[in-house]
C-alpha cells in the first residue's frame, strides 16, 4: 500500500527535526541541496521516521515535496 505525503523542506537547519502541521511534514535537514546532499539527508531521516521506504515522486528541486511511503 502507498501513501502519499507532502513535505516542506528546511535544508542548512542547526538540527534534524520533523514537524507534522495539519497534512504537511515540514523536514529540518542540516545538508545543503547541492549536490543532491538534501534529498538524500530527507529519505534517510523519513524512512527512520515512517519505518518504511519513502520515494520522492515530485519537487526534487524544490523545498516542497510530495513522496510516496511504500509497505
Sequence with gaps: MKQIINVKVKPRSEKQE???RDNIYEVKLKSSPKNNKANVELIKILKQYFKK????????KSRNK?????D
Excluded: N, P, S
Design 18 to 20: 520533523i514537524i507534522k
Design 53 to 60: 521506504d519513502v520515494r520522492i515522486k515530485l519537487g526534487f
Design 66 to 70: 510530495i513522496l510516496e511511503v511504500i
